[in-house]
């Protein structure tokens, strides 16, 4: 590439956004530009380089061969622009979480009012995304991960055990007189698309035939939701039974809205507190993992 002009800065940012964000659209809002601008931009640099930065795939576009090479530079490289932007900044210490979104808005953010109150000294801010964060590239400091604890270069501490647990809603458990595990087989599935072995998972938990509960098994009838949020509300609605996070569900079991139907079933994963492995010791992250480890003994 040749010197680094304004232009390609730009492109740069566009791509790295785009990379992060996993689509134009989104990398556009937070530029507070059009779309149509990024993809000019993206355009522009793939004309500098002569290669091709991104293809299109069924869900959106997905980094090419050649984008996923330049994004492990760029990644890096607005890291380091990060880091030293915040260290430079005085007062207040900038804390930057990420989060699985069913944790995020059923456990983590109830909870923050007390975390800001303890530490005024830390600005917080939390993204709630199904993506495991590119840590290394330092735009996310701690993420609040759901999987196995296993990520290269990242230290991870077990936070939670999750369960699968069907649940629906009290009417539609009524209607289709949903008494015992076996009764789901015949019962409308909501399936969320990041999980889609879920179904599958807890049916053999359950001592139940997993075949039956299988994506286009054609014993039954299912929704497909992008999401568990998603997922809670079309149960809640009466759409279909949905498999969830136990104990992620509590606030909507006391409430009512909905109904456990089955046994709780160990998860693949759980949830992990991760961060860089250099910067465990930071004030600010040892902070929010004390407090986290003190809500969760309090239960």
């Known amino acids: 590439m040749s010197d680094l002009t304004s232009r390609s800065l730009l492109a740069l940012q566009a791509f790295e956004l785009a990379i992060r964000t996993g ?16 993809s000019h931009r993206i355009a522009g640099l793939e004309r500098l380089l002569g290669e091709k930065l991104f293809e299109r795939g069924p869900r959106g576009v997905v980094p090419s061969p050649a984008g996923r090479l330049l994004a492990a530079t760029t990644g890096r490289a607005f890291g380091d622009l990060s880091r030293a932007l915040a260290q430079q900044s005085a007062g207040s210490q900038r804390l930057r979480v990420s989060a699985v979104p069913i944790f995020a808005s059923h ?44 990520w290269p270069g990242i230290t991870a501490e077990h936070v939670m055990s999750l369960y ?36 599958t998972d807890w049916a053999s938990g359950a001592g139940l035939d997993p075949a039956a ?18 997922s809670l509300r079309a149960a809640a609605h009466g759409l279909g039974v949905a498999l969830v996070f136990d104990p ?29 492995s250099r910067e465990r010791g930071l004030p600010a992250i040892r902070a929010l993992w004390r407090w986290l480890q003190a809500e969760l003994a309090a239960g």
């Open 23 to 38: 689509s134009f659209k989104a990398a556009a809002e937070q530029l507070h530009i059009t779309s149509s601008a990024v």
């Open 107 to 150: 456990w983590l953010l109830p909870r923050l009012g007390q975390f800001l109150s303890l530490h005024p000294d830390i600005e917080l801010q939390v993204e709630a995304s199904p993506r495991m964060a590119d840590m290394e590239a330092g735009l996310v400091d701690v993420a609040l991960r759901y999987g196995d604890g296993q």
């Open 164 to 199: 699968y647990v069907p649940v629906a809603s009290p009417a539609l458990a009524r209607r289709l007189r949903l008494r015992t595990p076996a009764d789901l087989q015949r019962a409308p599935l909501v399936r969320v698309a990041p999980f889609g072995t879920s179904w």
């Open 213 to 230: 509960f299988a994506p286009r098994s054609g014993r039954q009838k299912s929704l497909q939701v992008d999401g568990m949020g998603a």
């Open 248 to 276: 992620l569900v509590e606030s909507e079991i006391a409430a009512g809205t909905l109904l456990r139907v089955g046994p709780a079933v160990p998860a693949r994963g759980q949830i992990w507190f991760a961060r860089r």
